[in-house]
T-cell receptor, first 113, second 115 residues
Framework: KQEVTQIPAALSVPEGENLVLNCSFT??????LQWFRQDPGKGLTSLLL???SQREQTSGRLNASLDKSSGRSTLYIAASQPGDSATYLC????????????WGAGTKLIIKP | NAGVTQTPKFQVLKTGQSMTLQCAQD?????MSWYRQDPGMGLRLIHY???????DQGEVPNGYNVSRSTTEDFPLRLLSAAPSQTSVYFC??????????????FGEGSWLTVV
């Protein structure tokens, strides 16, 4: 059974730092992996989607990498800003699923001004 | 373009009561789903639908019922609310079209408390 883990559960860093959020999964048979942002009281917003054949995706200050063989993905945030404070979740779509996603519990990120 | 709209945003129920969480999308997506989010846990799939008239169970379907009479609407019914169903519920739809990598769109969530 596919399991997705995100460590740490919470992270607090000063503004301006570059940081890395981690996501690990137990079964490499995935169709894709996505990173999401969740703000308090709000829904989830898709940040980056990496297909299984890709190694990384970039959007602005965000870069997500995927290493299927080791079951790991990282989300790199450059030059962090207080507006980046949110909970970041990763989710994998198993290869045998029908658009179903398996989710990590998220990392709550606080950027201190 | 409103995206995915969920109502109500907040609801308090008494044990044993029933209610329906409404979800509507205006993007003509075939795939829709309902998740629940509990503290310290990832989102868990309750039910999903791949098109009008077709529904299926997810990971945690017990105590919930769904129907899909139109492409736009996918309501979630709590048959007899229990305190274990206190959670945040999210409706989502997926764009299966080419070029967008199956982007998933979420509603803003429904906070449900069962007392």
């Amino acid at each position: 059974k596919q399991e997705v883990t995100q460590i740490p559960a919470a992270l607090s860093v000063p503004e301006g730092e570059n940081l890395v959020l981690n996501c690990s999964f137990t079964d490499s048979a995935i169709y894709n992996l996505q990173w999401f942002r969740q703000d308090p009281g709000k829904g989830l917003t898709s940040l980056l989607l990496i297909q299984s054949s890709q190694r990384e995706q970039t959007s602005g200050r965000l870069n997500a990498s995927l290493d299927k063989s080791s079951g790991r993905s990282t989300l790199y945030i450059a030059a962090s800003q207080p507006g980046d404070s949110a909970t970041y979740l990763c989710a994998v779509r198993p290869r045998d699923s029908n658009y179903q996603l398996i989710w990590g519990a998220g990392t709550k990120l606080i950027i201190k001004p | 373009n409103a995206g995915v709209t969920q109502t109500p945003k907040f609801q308090v129920l008494k044990t044993g009561q029933s209610m329906t969480l409404q979800c509507a999308q205006d993007m003509n997506h075939e795939y829709m789903s309902w998740y629940r989010q509990d503290p310290g846990m990832g989102l868990r799939l309750i039910h999903y639908s791949v098109g009008a008239g077709i529904t299926d169970q997810g990971e945690v379907p017990n105590g919930y019922n769904v129907s899909r009479s139109t492409t736009e609407d996918f309501p979630l019914r709590l048959l007899s609310a229990a305190p274990s169903q206190t959670s945040v519920y999210f409706c989502a739809s997926i764009d299966e079209g080419t070029g967008v990598g199956n982007t998933i769109y979420f509603g803003e969530g429904s906070w449900l408390t069962v007392v």
